[in-house]
């Protein structure tokens, strides 16, 4: 058999892999699940303890603006009183980044778990600081009033 002259070529690809991380924690909140739960969902309230314009619905499938557009994505879940999954956008990535909200019942109001999967790894100290200095203060302060 002869060597037909066929060329083999190697192209040199570059493959970037975008780290995803994870932020979990638990937080208590002086108020119930239920005032909790409105203060979550519902426009009016949210723009009362956080300051900044918000578009927000129950409806699944509904998209959500936080802080004036800082935070912006689609409402995946509802469970009353209870649970919230969101997605958030962080432009084009391959994983969506999942904002998951529980609340629980607490001696001292309640008990909010957030699970925030696939955060992009060069938004991640951002994302936290947002949950710790806006997001929770923010709650903390209203119902602290």
């Known amino acids: 058999m002869k060597n037909q002259g066929n060329i083999?070529?190697?192209v040199d690809i570059k493959?970037?892999?975008?780290?995803?991380?994870t932020f979990k924690k638990y937080y208590i909140i002086?108020?119930?699940?239920?005032?909790?739960?409105l203060a979550l969902t519902t426009a009016?309230?949210?723009h009362l303890w956080s300051g900044e314009k918000a578009e927000m619905s129950i409806e699944v499938g509904s998209e959500f603006s936080l802080w004036d557009g800082s935070i912006?994505?689609?409402n995946l879940?509802?469970?009353?009183n209870s649970k919230i999954v969101q997605q958030w956008y962080f432009g084009e990535q391959a994983e969506e980044s999942i904002v998951t909200i529980k609340l629980h019942p607490h001696k001292h109001g309640t008990s909010l778990e957030i699970n925030h999967i696939n955060i992009p790894d060069e938004e991640y100290d951002g994302?936290?600081?947002g949950w710790e200095n806006n997001y929770i203060a923010g709650l903390e302060e209203f119902y602290e009033k």
């Open 30 to 37: 002086p108020a119930s699940p239920e005032d909790v739960y």
């Open 44 to 46: 009016s309230t949210i």
């Open 127 to 129: 994302i936290v600081e």
């Open 72 to 74: 912006v994505g689609k």
């Open 8 to 10: 083999c070529r190697f």
């Open 15 to 21: 493959v970037t892999t975008h780290s995803m991380k």
């Open 77 to 80: 879940e509802f469970i009353v």
